[in-house]
């Protein structure tokens, strides 16, 4: 029967830093890693991969492994075409002449990156395999490579994929306003061209896969280190052409994902295939060295940003144009990555006029997907970066003129076409400037600079916009976006007092089971530990759209709030029945439904669900609800960051001396959390803007291909952080969350480039590309000597 | 095959290894200790660090016969009685973890830290986790919940 | 990653290690493993056979020899840094030794593997080369002793024998008229030094004895012998020539050109530091 829906209050829970649930078995070692998994039979594969960036296979001959004592199977790529019924899953490509190549486990006729899998081999032990590996022979005919995006579109240019004819992948376009009529009056134009470095996400579990196969009834489990166990069971089923319903995921605990788990790789695949082949189960660990090349890359754009603004800094209209590359082939999400950031160019200021297109490109390199931000980071930093120039080109100082752009009305149509749903920018400034010391901070240096101080000190700014909740699945569907953007909850209310929820948003160390306990507890008045939550595993929660896009809270989340209302709707009507008024009569405060006269307790309600002896009519027994939320718009967390650096002006080094962080995030659920993202968040940033860059050499072989080379920082390189918040509830959830796990990567970069380009402005420095290593900041400032 | 003798958590195992298994998989395949992790490959991320006669040592990088003889101590090994070590709890009261992949390494380093310097100042602390790896936290609470048992 | 399969022999002393190493083609030395491991796990070299000498207690020591201190070859990076002779007498190589890796390999890692493993962006090696060190290889002819100066021979080449095990260091007393400095330039704090500096200077008022050793500048460790000459001579700007006769390599962590002026500028700001009194 229908119930209708009531507003349920937020309680003591909500917002009280309460410690999570998930750290008692992480801190002793219980923790339930895809590599800790052993099953009877289990054999263990290793991927040959190539190490030509682009070469043409003449020969696989794996007879040479198959004479290991150890080795169960080896195969090259032929031996396995039957396998497949279609290539692995590009869900999102974003016009309708989007160029998508074939994209099978392991490649044929031809190498198109460094990694790329070759053949395969199937030993009794971890190490056998990895011996045997190496005792396949693999002829290349080496061919030249392509690793720059824009390169890659260039006349004559090396073709990743020779039957598509060129390079590029697709062009999308947005265009919103007069923009080229607002140029044309443009007082004062100003434009950048920036490099997005490309990045390894290195969460530090690495990939691992493990399959059981139960051939007698043509069944499949596979534990996954995964974000999207439900996204890889129904795009692992095509690519198998095994039923759905016959193929169950589990993501146990997952150790960190930043994107580089929000995907389905090869390997999974070919455990499926194996597992279905032999008829035995087939385990894959990655190697951190391996999987540098075989787990997707992310950001590796060159961006052109122009604004159009009057002789005050009033920005009348932002043109953007990115070129971005895809790497080999399409993973998961690849082209749709960079659009992301398409409606964000503008940042948080109030501009007429936009445009923005992007190009994706095949380059002979490991492919990119979704990199913590998405697309985000990219669109803030461009943004940011040119209202600073803006404001060195007035001389004004960046505050003034982020002040004078603000959007200060909400909810906001921005001429990109969307709707902000809430935020005070001018608060979030405030409170990170007050934090900062602002002007003695701009005191200090001014006495650096006039000592002649090598050690310059220099202030950064970021007043980022973002937009996450991944996502109306309507918009989706508009930007050809193959899945919808809902996600689901189930209550329980269990007979004997506890509650089991059940999430389809699957984490990876963001602590669910903590928070989505809080909001449970809070609505339904159970003690946070009654409450358990149950999550990655398609057995158990069958509908879910996992966890990618800082969508968890502003998706799942809500729809546990909704499930929640839906199960005191019901018990509502039992609550009645059993004191005998109408539902009408009956008030319900967290936990407890109250008549004229007498009350009784939800928990009650559960139990007397379960034993159905007098339910009212109509009602069935049990208290179970479940809701699918499909959120009406985005989330749009905001706030303002500030760097500080000192830049040695001889080595080039810099240092962070201070980051202050004030975020808008909307309703907090757990501090603790919540400040937990923002700093790795922060840290991630500050990694893209000093530290870390896969490069390739021209021939496309990565010379940051293990952790030595490619500098994820560590304790003493990075700063204490200074966080505070504000907090504008988003209007379009009853929760009022937004969402929070990238907008430290988001806002961050930018921050500490203006910071170091503030410290060197002086010098005549106006541009640092990133990473910017104390290399690159010595040749800046080399470069404006002469 | 070599026959090795290692004490682990104060358990006595006799072992027979192939020299060239590293103690991190003796430790998770041969004795089902998976605290310890592996994260990489070259001795940089931190994730297998457990103590060998008392010190924090990379699993990885240490064969299992080099170990004969020595004692070692896992994550698993420092809860006593069921009560956390002061620094397991830190950990979770200054949620200093996310994902928790690098925490068995991060403790373990942090118990070899306060062996060799119980006060240890903030730098000291940050510069003693220079060899553990957390992609999470940004560090921030892992040095405040060390530093708060210090 | 996992080595490919080699064999493993404990050697009971230093005898019983060059007798294995002279059984076997292809056999190598294992001390504390944080060299080595790491190489055979990527797979980048595959010996038929490690010998261990990680259990010969004797080569663990620090002691006074008269005008030097002499080091066991296996003492470990940590005990090298908490050894009270050499805080005393020669606190360069501790502190060096405590800025190698990370608290983990300085557990494992030993003095005699460091400087055995030749590595021009090694911390150690640079070190002994500015201290005119020496240390004291046995093998098959018996002990002989190498000075620093003829030790490293190229990128992690040494003039010790297949057959020769490195069984002791000895680096010089400083005295009061002695400064020192060691600067590290690195990414991260784990890394290897894009350029290190080591300054030894003595004098009282003038400079009587200058020696500054350079990692990461080239095939070896180096001395930047222009700037030592330029120092004794008491010109102006001897840093300016801490460049000449290098050959630093480009990579990831910056061009040859930018350690050329980063070694310029690490050098000033050492002899600055290592100036006496």
């Given at each position: 029967m229908m119930v209708a829906p009531i507003e349920l209050e937020i309680g003591e829970a909500i917002g009280a830093p309460v410690e999570r649930k998930e750290d008692h078995k992480l801190l002793v070692g219980q923790a339930q890693w895809v590599d800790n998994m052993r099953v009877p039979g289990m054999a263990y594969m290793a991927v040959v991969r190539s190490p030509y960036a682009h070469a043409r296979i003449t020969r696989v001959d794996v007879a040479p492994a198959l004479a290991h004592a150890d080795v169960v199977a080896a195969y090259s790529a032929a031996d396995l075409q039957e396998e497949w019924a279609g290539s692995l899953p590009c869900a999102w490509l974003p016009t309708e002449d989007t160029k998508a190549p074939p994209h099978l486990p392991l490649a044929a006729d031809k190498a198109r990156y460094v990694g790329d899998g070759v053949a395969v081999v199937v030993a009794s032990s971890r190490a056998a395999a990895e011996d045997a590996a190496e005792l396949v022979e693999v002829e290349y005919e080496p061919l030249p490579a392509i690793v720059d995006p824009e390169a890659a579109l260039a006349e004559g240019a090396p073709l990743v994929h020779d039957e598509l004819g060129t390079n590029r992948c697709y062009t999308w376009r947005l265009d919103a306003g007069e923009v080229d009529a607002l140029f044309d009056e443009a007082e004062v134009i100003v434009r950048g061209r920036f490099r997005q470095n490309r990045l390894i996400p290195t969460a530090i579990e690495p990939r691992a896969v493990l399959v059981q196969p139960l051939p007698a009834n043509g069944e499949f489990t596979m534990w996954s280190t995964t974000q999207v166990p439900h996204i890889a069971r129904v795009t692992l089923s095509g690519v198998l052409g095994i039923p759905e319903a016959k193929l169950r995921v589990i993501a146990p605990d997952v150790g960190g994902g930043f994107g580089s788990k929000l995907n389905v790789y090869a390997e999974e695949a070919l455990a499926l295939g194996l597992a279905r082949r032999l008829g035995r189960a087939i385990k894959w660990t990655e190697g951190r060295s391996e999987g540098y090349l075989a787990t997707i890359h992310g950001r590796d754009q060159w961006q052109e940003i122009e604004l159009a603004a009057n002789a005050d800094g009033k920005i009348s209209a932002v043109r953007a144009r990115v070129v971005a590359a895809m790497g080999a082939y399409l993973q998961l999400v690849t082209p749709g990555i960079p659009l992301l950031g398409a409606w964000l160019y503008a940042g948080a200021y109030d501009v007429q006029g936009y445009s923005f297109e992007c190009t994706g490109v095949f380059t002979h390199t490991t492919p990119t997907d979704a990199y913590r931000g998405a697309g985000r980071p990219e669109a803030t930093y461009a943004i940011e970066r040119a209202v600073d120039a803006l404001a060195a080109k007035l001389g004004k100082d960046p505050v003034e003129v982020r002040r004078l752009n603000f959007i200060r009305e909400f909810p906001n149509a921005i001429a990109a076409g969307l709707t902000i749903d809430s935020g005070d920018y001018d608060a979030g400034l405030d409170l990170a400037l007050g934090t900062a010391g602002y002007k003695e901070l701009r005191t200090e240096q001014a006495e650096r600079r006039a000592k002649g101080d090598p050690k310059r000190l220099g202030i950064g700014l970021s007043t980022y916009v973002e937009m996450c909740g991944l996502a109306p699945s309507k918009i989706l569907g508009a930007i050809r976006y193959s899945a919808g953007g809902w996600d689901t909850a189930t209550i329980r209310c269990l007979p004997t007092g506890t509650v089991q929820v059940l999430t389809g948003v699957s984490p990876h160390g963001q602590g669910h089971e903590t928070t989505w306990s809080q909001i449970a507890a809070d609505l339904l008045g159970y003690d946070v530990d009654e409450i358990e939550v149950l999550h990655g595993d398609t057995a158990v929660v069958p509908l879910g759209m996992d966890t990618y896009g800082s969508r968890s809270l502003a998706v799942g989340g809500v729809a546990l709030y909704f499930a929640a209302e839906r199960i005191v709707a019901k018990a509502r009507l039992i609550a009645a029945h059993k004191l005998g008024v109408?539902?009408?009569q009956v008030d319900y405060v967290r936990g407890r439904f109250t008549g004229p006269e007498d009350s009784i307790a939800l928990k009650d309600i559960a139990l007397a669900a379960w034993t159905a002896h007098d339910l009212p009519d109509g009602v069935e027994p049990g208290l179970e609800a479940s809701f699918v939320y499909d959120p009406p718009n985005f989330s749009w967390p905001s706030g303002a960051h500030l760097a500080v650096v000192e830049v040695d002006t001889e080595t080039g080094n810099v240092e962070v001396l201070r980051y202050i962080a004030v975020d808008d995030v909307g309703t907090v659920v757990n501090p603790l959390i919540v400040d937990g993202q923002i700093h790795g968040g922060i840290a991630q940033g500050i990694a893209q803007a000093l530290f870390e860059e896969a490069v390739y050499d021209d021939d496309g072989n990565l010379l940051t291909g293990n952790m030595v080379s490619y500098l994820v920082p560590s304790a003493p390189d990075l700063p204490s952080y200074e966080l505070d918040r504000t907090e504008t509830p988003s209007p379009t959830n009853p929760l009022g969350v937004k969402g929070v796990g990238e907008t430290g990567a988001i806002a961050s970069p930018a921050a500490v480039i203006n910071a170091v380009c503030d410290a060197l402005a002086a010098d005549g420095v106006t541009d640092i590309q990133m990473p910017a290593t104390p290399e690159r900041v010595w040749r800046a400032l080399e470069e404006a000597k002469r | 095959m070599r026959r090795v003798s290692l004490s682990v958590n104060g358990d006595q195992h006799e072992l027979e290894l192939e020299p060239r298994e590293l103690l991190v998989y003796v430790l998770r395949e041969r004795l089902g200790l998976t605290g310890a992790t592996v994260g990489c490959d070259t001795s940089s991320c931190g994730s297998c660090t457990v103590l060998l006669d008392g010190e924090s040592v990379k699993s990885c990088t240490v064969l299992g016969v080099q170990a004969d003889g020595h004692r070692i101590t896992t994550i698993e090994g420092l809860a006593e009685n069921g009560a956390l070590h002061p620094l397991q709890e830190s950990f979770r009261t200054h949620h200093a973890l996310q994902c928790g992949y690098c925490t068995p390494g991060m403790v373990m380093a942090a118990v070899s830290l306060l062996a060799e310097n119980p006060r240890p100042s903030e730098a000291e602390i940050r510069h003693a986790l220079e060899g553990n790896l957390c992609r999470c936290t940004g560090y921030q609470n892992i040095v405040r919940a060390i530093e708060a048992v210090a | 990653m996992i080595p490919a399969p080699f064999d493993y022999e404990v050697a009971e002393s230093v005898e019983h290690a060059v007798e294995l190493l002279g059984g076997r083609e292809d056999a190598k030395l294992l001390a504390g493993g944080h060299s080595l491991l790491p190489v055979l796990r990527l797979r980048f070299a595959r010996p038929a056979l490690l010998v261990d000498i990680g259990r010969i207690e004797a080569l663990s020591y620090v002691r006074d020899a008269g005008d030097r201190i002499a080091i066991g070859a296996l003492t470990r990076h940590h005990d090298v840094v908490g050894a009270a002779l050499l805080q005393e007498h020669c606190p360069l190589v501790p502190y060096a030794a405590g800025l190698i890796g990370d608290p983990q390999v300085r557990h494992r890692g030993t003095i005699g593997g460091s400087l055995a493993h030749g590595?021009?962006?090694?911390?150690l090696p640079a070190v002994l080369l500015a201290l005119d060190g020496e240390v004291d290889v046995v093998g098959p002819e018996g002990t002989r002793t190498i000075a620093a100066a003829e030790l490293f021979r190229g990128p992690f080449e040494t003039?010790?024998?297949?057959?020769e095990v490195m069984t002791e260091v000895r680096v010089p007393k400083l005295t009061g008229d002695h400064g020192w400095s060691y600067l590290k330039f690195r990414r991260r704090s784990m890394d290897w030094a894009t350029v290190g500096v080591v300054a030894v200077v003595k004098g009282n008022g003038s400079i009587e004895e200058a020696a500054v050793g350079l990692v990461s500048m080239g095939a070896t460790p180096l001395r930047a012998r222009a700037t030592e000459q330029a120092l004794l001579a008491g010109e102006?700007?001897?840093?300016?020539?801490?460049?000449?006769g290098t050959d630093p390599p480009s990579d990831t962590n910056g061009s040859a050109e930018y350690r050329r002026h980063l070694v310029r500028v690490l050098v000033r700001r050492a002899l600055e530091e290592a100036r006496p009194g």
């Open positions: 109408e539902p009408s | - | 590595d021009p962006a090694g911390d003039a010790l024998g297949p057959q102006s700007d001897p840093a300016a020539l801490a460049d000449d």
